[in-house]
């Protein structure tokens, strides 16, 4: 397979699939350029061998219609800041102007095309709409790690057309790499981190990790549903009645795995989900009727905080408590810090998949974390153990 370190892009006209389905306001003015700066190595890496660029995005929902409001327009000029090359605009993805634009391109420019999504054909995966867009390049590289688990026209289809010549981007690579040190060769002890509103939406995380880690910390709203399936009390908490049952499955597989499962032992609670409610600690199993639990409290920071610290490896998805209110974002923050001080000791650790990465960026710790993922569900659905179809597509022969 080939990769950006082995593959010559001279005199190629590399498609290149990049998200820039970037945060805006309601004027157009990117909020949070992450994603378009995350581009940039793939792109300079092709312009230094030679080669030029054709970039392809989607930009909000714009359902299969054309929709100025979600033009990409704008984003051309913002990426020819950061490129430090003019970048050319093509007015639709596929047509007379897409395919005239692509075939004057010279070694060293850049095209991008508008919106994908303003066709249908794109989230359809429309074979003949992937054909028109890979008439446009040489080579495909996929650098759109947030789409990868979708089966789209533009992140998936379009490799067929590339039998050869398709490699993924230096995103999507780091991505995949990132996981692969987690999951499937990591340095043991390895510790899996979990946490966030539902244990609905994490079923799959769990099963998949413990598999793979030797010890599972479970913290935010879903450890609620965990500690009333083992009699405790949770007051007012959220809790997930349908999966009590569910809960009592995954502990029961812990301990068959010998996997050390850590739950809340204590909670910061509040009676009421606000900023300004009146808050107390009590232990994990015995909130009084209506007071909540939104957060984990002093003894189980204390306790989750030193299995972090004790692993070589962690994988966090999902934050402690409610972060985003200032009386319940201690043990998230608690969790971030410890995580940063293990990486620090030299420990390997991967946030992604959630809001925790919200929580890092938040608490300005990215930096002391190995990796932190840039596909918030492209990322949950890796960790779920399944087959990315962005991913597939690369690596099928
Ligand atoms: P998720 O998207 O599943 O990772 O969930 C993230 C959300 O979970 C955040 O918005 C948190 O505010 C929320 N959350 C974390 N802990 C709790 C809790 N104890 N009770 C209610 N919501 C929580």
Redesign the pocket.
Known sequence: MQTMTTYSFKDKKALVRVDLNVPQDANGNVTDDSRARAVVPTVKKILKDGGSAILMSHLGRPKGKVNPTMSLKPIAEHLAGLLGVPVQFATDCVGPDAKAKAAALKPGEVLLLENLRFHPEEEAGDEGFAKSLAALGDVYVNDAFGTAHRAHASTTIVAKFFPKDKLFGSLMQAEIDSVGKVLESPQRPMTAIV????VS??IDVLENLIGKCDELII??????TFVKAMGGQTGS??VEDDLLEQARTIIAKSEAKGVKLHLPTDAVVADA?AENANTDQCAADAVPDGW????IGPDSIKAFSEAVLRSKTLLW????????LKP?QQGTIAIAKALAEATEKGAFSLVGG???VAAVNQFGLSDKISYVSTGGGAMLEYLEGKVLPGIAAIREA
Do not use: Y
């Open positions: 946490g966030g509103s539902k939406s994490k913290g935010g709203g879903m450890a609620n908490s959220l989900f909540m639990a939104l957060d998805n999902g934050p402690m408590g409610v972060f985003e319940f959630g809001d925790s």
